[in-house]
């Protein structure tokens, strides 16, 4: 069982809080890998929220090839940070080359341009410049979109964090949002692109267990959109699903733990919205998912979420403060982390509910 966990606050947090929540947590095959996404980003990039950032692991070559495609394209670097790395004697990680988060500018005839045609062109770029690193494994490419940052990499997250200085927080590397899982994928080979969470086009994903609908959503979301790659996981279904039901539907959010969790057909027909909930059943079938899973979201807008199989097979606690809300596969990593808030208070979402968190840190229950 994977174990996920997400920080949402008023203020800038540093990644030392993720590896401390899920320090707490780990066991078994977790010490297989450690992965972060950080939304609305402070330090170092905060002045350039509004300028996509890439994020990717890299040969000397890699680098190369992704900044020639890039300035071919017409993209200016503004900014660039390299982690400064501490290569341990011992350290269990399987470290590539190079680490690059690089800020670029629009090419200048998109500059002026509306946003849905800036953010289609960042989604084209990423998809380029990962075939273009596949070729002989030059690279990853994990995201490049304003205002995220992604680190993804196998070994022991302790060791992890201490490659990349991470344990010891600083003012220069933060984030408002920050999602962290620290197990690599293990249903499948293990490979980069599968470690949670997932990120596109502003929207993040990672779940807590598995989907066993997973070739009939993956045969179904093939054809739905062009960013629909990989499947290296059973949970990317997840973020796709979120990504078409809310991006390119235009539905509000709590309509996906419709599409993913359909009601039995019983209880919508005693609805008075049963009309759209049968539609989206007849339409949408093939996005439903199946078997034990929590899933754990991030909307372009930084709204965090989370939500349940139709079973509440796997666990996930909410547990706040005044100024900060955390989100746990399990109990022990809140507890890690908020030790200070009332226990009292925390929340233990349903099978049948959506449990969202705005920017203003109000937690909203969404029932299906």
Same mark, same amino acid.
């Given at each position: 069982?994977?174990? %996920?966990?997400? %920080?949402?606050? @008023?203020?800038?947090?540093?990644?030392?809080?993720?590896?401390?929540?899920?320090?707490?947590?780990?066991?078994?095959?977790?010490?297989?890998?450690?992965?972060?996404?950080?939304?609305?980003? +402070? +330090?170092?990039?905060?002045?350039?929220?509004?300028?996509?950032? @890439?994020?990717?692991?890299?040969?000397? *070559? +890699?680098?190369?090839?992704? /900044?020639?495609?890039?300035?071919?394209?017409?993209?200016?670097?503004?900014?660039?940070?390299?982690? =400064?790395?501490?290569?341990?004697? +011992?350290?269990?990680?399987?470290?590539?080359?190079?680490?690059?988060?690089?800020?670029?500018?629009?090419? $200048?005839?998109?500059?002026?341009?509306?946003?849905? *045609?800036?953010? =289609?062109?960042?989604?084209?770029?990423?998809? $380029?410049?990962? &075939?273009?690193?596949? =070729?002989? *494994?030059?690279?990853?490419?994990?995201?490049?979109?304003?205002?995220?940052?992604?680190?993804?990499?196998?070994?022991?997250?302790?060791?992890?964090?201490?490659?990349?200085?991470?344990?010891?927080?600083? /003012?220069?590397?933060?984030?408002?949002?920050?999602?962290?899982?620290?197990?690599?994928?293990?249903?499948?080979?293990?490979?980069?692109?599968?470690?949670?969470?997932?990120?596109?086009?502003?929207?993040? #994903?990672?779940?807590?267990?598995?989907?066993?609908?997973?070739?009939?959503?993956?045969?179904?979301?093939? $054809?739905?959109?062009?960013?629909?790659?990989?499947?290296?996981?059973?949970?990317?279904?997840? @973020?796709?699903?979120?990504?078409?039901?809310?991006?390119?539907?235009?539905?509000?959010l709590h309509y996906?733990?419709?599409?993913?969790t359909p009601l039995?057909?019983?209880? %919508?027909?005693?609805? =008075?919205?049963?009309?759209?909930?049968?539609?989206?059943?007849?339409?949408?079938?093939?996005?439903?998912?199946?078997?034990?899973?929590?899933?754990?979201? !991030?909307?372009?807008?930084?709204?965090?979420?989370?939500?349940?199989? #139709?079973?509440?097979?796997?666990?996930?606690?909410?547990?706040?403060?005044?100024?900060? !809300?955390?989100?746990?596969? /399990?109990?022990?990593?809140?507890?890690?982390?908020?030790?200070?808030?009332?226990?009292?208070?925390?929340?233990?979402?349903? /099978? &049948? *509910? %959506?449990? #969202?968190?705005?920017?203003?840190?109000? !937690?909203?229950?969404?029932?299906?």
């Open positions: 069982m994977c174990r %996920i966990g997400a %920080i949402k606050s @008023l203020n800038y947090v540093h990644p030392s809080m993720a590896l401390q929540l899920m320090q707490s947590q780990q066991k078994g095959h977790d010490n297989s890998g450690f992965a972060m996404v950080m939304h609305d980003l +402070g +330090g170092i990039f905060e002045n350039y929220k509004h300028l996509p950032t @890439l994020s990717m692991a890299c040969t000397d *070559e +890699g680098i190369k090839l992704a /900044e020639e495609m890039l300035h071919e394209a017409g993209f200016q670097r503004v900014m660039q940070w390299v982690p =400064e790395t501490n290569p341990q004697p +011992g350290l269990d990680i399987n470290a590539m080359p190079n680490y690059v988060f690089e800020t670029f500018d629009f090419p $200048k005839h998109y500059r002026n341009g509306e946003a849905k *045609e800036k953010e =289609e062109l960042l989604l084209d770029m990423r998809l $380029k410049l990962r &075939r273009l690193l596949e =070729e002989d *494994e030059q690279g990853f490419v994990y995201s490049f979109w304003p205002d995220v940052i992604t680190l993804k990499e196998i070994g022991d997250p302790r060791d992890i964090g201490t490659y990349f200085n991470l344990w010891q927080p600083d /003012e220069n590397f933060t984030a408002k949002v920050i999602t962290a899982q620290c197990r690599q994928n293990t249903n499948y080979d293990i490979v980069r692109y599968a470690a949670h969470p997932f990120h596109l086009q502003g929207y993040t #994903a990672l779940a807590n267990g598995e989907n066993t609908f997973y070739l009939k959503n993956v045969e179904f979301q093939r $054809k739905l959109h062009r960013g629909y790659i990989g499947f290296e996981s059973d949970s990317q279904c997840f @973020l796709y699903t979120l990504h078409y039901v809310h991006r390119e539907l235009n539905w509000p996906y733990k419709h599409v993913v039995p057909f019983d209880d %919508i027909r005693q609805r =008075e919205d049963k009309e759209q909930l049968l539609a989206i059943r007849q339409s949408l079938a093939h996005l439903e998912i199946n078997g034990p899973n929590t899933i754990i979201g !991030v909307l372009p807008d930084h709204t965090l979420f989370t939500c349940c199989d #139709a079973k509440k097979l796997r666990p996930v606690v909410v547990g706040h403060t005044d100024d900060t !809300v955390v989100v746990s596969s /399990e109990v022990c990593g809140v507890n890690e982390v908020l030790p200070q808030r009332d226990w009292e208070t925390d929340i233990y979402p349903n /099978e &049948r *509910e %959506i449990v #969202a968190v705005t920017n203003e840190l109000e !937690v909203q229950r969404w029932k299906q």
